[in-house]
Antibody, heavy 126, light 108 residues
Framework: QVTLKESGPALVRPTQTLTLTCTFS??????????VSWIRQPPGKALEWLAR???????FYSTSLKTRLTISKDTSKNQVVLTMTNMDPVDTATYYC??????????????????WGQGTLVTVSS | SSEVTQDPVVSVALGQTVRITCQGD??????ASWYQQKPGQAPRLVIY???NRPSGIPDRFSGSSSGNTASLTITGAQAEDEADYYC???????????FGTGTKVTVL
């Protein structure tokens, strides 16, 4: 059974750096084609993809947030860490991590998010 | 454009069929995946790839695609299908991902 769980502070002050940890079980990030992503959702709003890390340590970031994000992994601990600098009240959201299986056909590749962690609400306020 | 748009609200009578659509340039090149989200819960995958359902997803959920539009169809909607639905695909660059704006499905 694959599970993921996010952890981190519930409250962050403006300008501070947020550090979130995704602890997972049931798969290994050292296995070829395995990936983990972070996604967030402000209250009452849509989902927003933030970052992805692959089994081979390739990393991808949201274009609009890439200067503030860093994603890393600790394969031995089955953890993926996301840091976001210079937090602002607009960054208040539930932050999710999700495993990203994928498939490559003859024409293109595609991935999906499954399963998701339960999410952790981060509030940015002074 | 890397935007993916969905109708904000769709209603369906109990037992009837509803189609939720997702439009965006990137959908011409990449399959969409679809997620169901109920209040206070994390999203759950319902469709991925051409038309694949994860284990545990009822076969009343199906997916399709044409041009710049991906669709999720619920055939014989049930009360428990009332939720927000989001599509997702790679964006036009191919290296990032974009979620749709979300559709709230109400079962009457």
């Amino acid at each position: 059974q694959v599970t993921l769980k996010e952890s981190g502070p519930a409250l962050v002050r403006p300008t501070q750096t947020l550090t979130l940890t995704c602890t997972f079980s049931g798969f290994s990030l050292s296995t070829s084609t395995m990936r983990v992503s972070w996604i967030r959702q402000p209250p009452g709003k849509a989902l927003e993809w933030l970052a992805r890390i692959d089994w081979d340590d390739d990393k991808f970031y949201s274009t609009s947030l890439k200067t503030r994000l860093t994603i890393s992994k600790d394969t031995s601990k089955n953890q993926v860490v996301l840091t976001m600098t210079n937090m602002d009240p607009v960054d208040t959201a539930t932050y999710y991590c999700a495993r990203m299986p994928g498939y490559c056909g003859s024409i293109s590749c595609y991935e999906w998010f499954d399963p998701w962690g339960q999410g952790t609400l981060v509030t940015v306020s002074s | 454009s890397s935007e993916v748009t969905q109708d904000p609200v769709v209603s369906v009578a109990l037992g009837q069929t509803v189609r939720i659509t997702c439009q965006g340039d990137s959908l011409r090149s990449y399959y969409a995946s679809w997620y169901q989200q109920k209040p206070g819960q994390a999203p759950r995958l319902v469709i991925y790839g051409k038309d694949n359902r994860p284990s545990g997803i009822p076969d009343r959920f199906s997916g399709s695609s044409s041009g710049n539009t991906a669709s999720l169809t619920i055939t014989g909607a049930q009360a428990e299908d009332e939720a927000d639905y989001y599509c997702n695909s790679r964006d036009s660059s191919g290296n990032h991902y974009v979620f749709g704006t979300g559709t709230k499905v109400t079962v009457l």
